[in-house]
């Protein structure tokens, strides 16, 4: 099956043409991490996903548009947090690449 804008990733029928009730996929959700014993929530994966996305090192235009956010300012104001630690990882990669011309 292609997929296109027409699919649900949560779906009722076996072709992805019709979307279950938001209510019941998390209320299944949340009954699946209770009896793992984890404290979270659907909208925790949406969060993950950003920032393990801004953590690998995509673009925050690229990961504002997978959220739906417009220009990237909401994207910044939730995830500022994550951009600023892979803006540090990214000053020492450069550090380290940079040629050593200290003089002996």
Do not use: Q
């Amino acid at each position: 099956m292609e997929l296109d804008g027409r699919h649900y990733v949560f779906s009722a029928n076996c072709n992805l043409s019709t979307p279950r009730n938001p209510d019941s996929i998390s209320t299944r959700y949340k009954r699946m991490a209770n009896k793992l014993g984890i404290d979270t929530h659907l909208h925790a994966l949406r969060h993950y996903s950003a920032t393990e996305l801004i953590a690998a090192g995509v673009d925050l235009r690229t990961v504002a548009g997978r959220l739906g956010h417009g220009d990237g300012t909401t994207t910044m104001r939730v995830y500022a947090a994550w951009v600023a630690a892979a803006g540090d990882d990214a000053a020492e990669i450069m550090a380290a690449r940079m040629p050593d011309h200290r003089r002996s």
